[in-house]
């Protein structure tokens, strides 16, 4: 690793840790259909599928809860609109414990267009007042449903007061995009290896999978680290997924095989801030 060529080597992360961590949940509601459905898609309601979908609210985020208190670990809830509106206790909930609400639209089966600059402003602004009205506290944080986002969701969403975005897959590390509204921070999505949907429930693998890859991930990155390019990471489980008892076992394992001392574990504002922070200081980017 001595002779690693990697950008960035002057990077660090809160008291010398080799590599950064994020858990990332995910609380969704659909309008017509969830990722799990038994009949193809159409423009009318699936109602097992959206009932699959309803899972997270009525378990699965409580038992996530319950898991990450075992760890003292605080994570970033990736949270529609409407999934606010229906669910707002569970929304509450996390945001008691000390868990980021993150925006992440109105509901997770209609994506932003080119075409609806105006649809998506006040879609952005719909979603972050119901966010903020069960949560009790405003978003800094959004993800688009699929990382889909527009080309002026960037611009959209500083202009609406947020500090960071997740709609890229391009880097290990944060960095700043600027808009005409200001500067956003990108947290790149380095998380499908390890996100239950495509790695569970997508492709029915084992548990196995996950596990497999989060520690080749983890191992590699903390070598990385080590060596002196300290880079980010991030596990991902929706609450009406990876929140029920199958998985959580694998979840666990995750969580224990990357909690050690040189590992700095946050929830994506903390680590976007930080980033920030460096960035403008001169100190990475």
């Not at 898609?41 to 979908?53: I, M, Q, R, T, V």
């Not at 609806?116 to 959004?142: F, H, N, Y």
Request: glycine fraction near 10%.
């Amino acid at each position: 690793m001595a002779g690693q060529r990697y950008p960035r080597r002057g990077w660090e992360w809160p008291n010398g840790a080799k590599l950064a961590i994020s858990v990332n949940l995910a609380l969704e509601a659909f309008e017509r259909q969830s990722q799990y459905a038994t009949r193809p898609p159409s423009k009318d309601p699936d109602p097992f599928s959206l009932s699959y979908a309803e899972y997270g609210a009525r378990s699965g985020a409580w038992r996530l809860m319950d898991l990450l208190d075992e760890f003292g670990l605080k994570s970033s809830c990736s949270t529609n609109g409407k999934a606010a509106q229906m669910y707002p206790e569970v929304v509450r909930a996390f945001a008691d414990a000390g868990h980021e609400i993150v925006g992440h639209a109105w509901v997770n089966d209609e994506l932003a267009t080119e075409e609806g600059a105006s649809a998506e402003q006040a879609m952005i602004a719909r979603c972050t007042d119901e966010l903020t009205k069960a949560a009790g506290v405003a978003p800094v944080g959004w993800t688009s449903p699929g990382s889909a986002g527009s080309s002026k969701t960037m611009e959209y969403l500083r202009a609406a007061g947020y500090l960071w975005n997740g709609d890229v897959g391009n880097d290990d590390l944060p960095w700043v995009q600027d808009t005409p509204a200001g500067s956003i921070v990108m947290m790149p999505r380095t998380n499908l290896p390890h996100n239950d949907l495509p790695m569970w429930l997508r492709h029915s693998n084992p548990g196995s999978v996950i596990m497999e890859n989060w520690k080749d991930t983890v191992t590699e990155l903390l070598a990385e680290g080590a060596a002196g390019s300290p880079k980010w990471t991030e596990i991902t489980i929706h609450c009406h997924i990876g929140g029920r008892p199958t998985l959580i076992p694998t979840i666990r394992r995750c969580l224990e095989f990357a909690r050690r001392d040189d590992v700095w574990f946050g929830r994506k504002r903390d680590i976007a801030a930080w980033s920030l922070e460096r960035i403008r200081g001169g100190s990475g980017g």
